[in-house]
């Protein structure tokens, strides 16, 4: 059964003349994208800030690349310090301290460690659409409680009209792009999926962040799961545990690993994170245990198709306005300060 879902949503995606159209879209985009000769940040110019998060030392700003269409938008992140080789990346005579004040037995400095060492995470996203630019903005947060009848009314609907494309996605499965950045791979067509570093880690092993794409196409979010889809979450359960226990030695035990919902993009997809980094979307209104989702199709097949489930939805996004429309959220509100 499952092999035939699979193949007709394959033979769909061939045949089906939006989907030439979208590709065509996206070949369009790519063609006119700032990526392919980007040196520096010389050319960006700045238009607002959409998000400064000092919590997290996140700086999200929307602006536009001189010499090309559309806006863009640079996320810029503090790395999170590494504890290997601190003698030669912070100790030493090449950190220059400047300083602030001193009080009795307290000193505040400014430290200036070598450029090398002190890079800040970037991510550039060109062309931004309307879309992503909702996304990272800071803007008032809503939690819906979704029933299975409200899914199927008013986020389904607005999923099938609305939802960023997909084709990174694809590239990564196909081996277009990224092929190097992979750290596991299972090629079954049912169960198996990729197992590669997200955008938004840096590298360090104290902010270890990774995603398990499943081969199979077509599901969503964990609202399609069912029991036909065990055997895809506990082999992505127990190969991916088993391959960052080998290559980066994070037992099982300290990785945090779940899905979100509502999901970012919607083809089903899996966080591992290390359990002592606070990763984003990691609450209660957003994450759900991959040992827990696996635990409640156990007990009922259907369960996600029947469960009411809650998420938060930011004001500026559109799903907020279909589930306004629906009497289901109030009237746009001023954010508490």
Not at 68 to 75: F, I
Not at 231 to 258: E, F, H, W
């Amino acid at each position: 059964m499952a092999n035939a879902e699979t193949n007709t949503i394959d033979k769909e995606l061939c045949v089906n003349p939006k989907k030439f159209k979208s590709e065509n879209e996206d070949s369009k985009r790519i063609e006119n994208t700032v990526h392919q000769n980007l040196k520096d940040l010389s050319k960006f110019k700045l238009k607002r800030v959409i998000n400064n998060n000092a919590q997290k030392k996140l700086l999200c700003v929307e602006g536009t690349f001189t010499g090309y269409d559309g806006s863009a938008l640079v996320l810029l992140e503090k790395k999170a310090f590494v504890e290997d080789n601190l003698d030669e990346h912070l100790f030493n005579d090449s950190s220059i301290l400047s300083k602030e004040f001193e009080n009795d037995l307290y000193g505040n400095y400014n430290c200036f460690p070598l450029v090398k060492y002190n890079s800040i995470k970037t991510t550039i996203i060109h062309p931004a659409t309307e879309k992503h630019i909702a996304k990272f903005e800071n803007q008032p947060v809503h939690i819906v409680d979704e029933t299975a009848e409200l899914y199927k009314e008013v986020t389904l609907t607005h999923l099938n009209k609305e939802q960023f494309s997909l084709q990174w996605v694809y590239n990564i499965l196909e081996h277009k792009a990224e092929q190097e950045r992979i750290v596991f791979e299972d090629l079954d067509p049912i169960t198996g999926f990729v197992l590669i570093p997200d955008l938004k880690w840096d590298g360090s092993l104290e902010t270890l962040y990774l995603l398990a794409i499943p081969m199979q196409r077509g599901i969503k979010s964990i609202r399609d799961l069912n029991d036909l889809h065990l055997p895809l979450l506990k082999n992505i359960r127990d190969s991916g545990t088993k391959a960052i226990s080998t290559k980066y030695g994070v037992p099982t035990s300290q990785l945090r690993i779940y899905f979100h919902y509502q999901p970012s993009f919607y083809h089903l997809h899996i966080h591992f994170t290390y359990l002592k980094y606070d990763a984003p979307g990691i609450f209660t209104e957003k994450a759900h245990l991959l040992s827990t989702v696996i635990n409640n199709i156990e007990l009922m097949g259907d369960y996600y198709s029947k469960a009411t489930l809650s998420f938060a939805v930011k004001e500026s996004d559109t799903l907020f306005a279909k589930y306004q429309e629906h009497g289901v959220l109030p009237v746009k509100s001023a954010e508490v300060k």
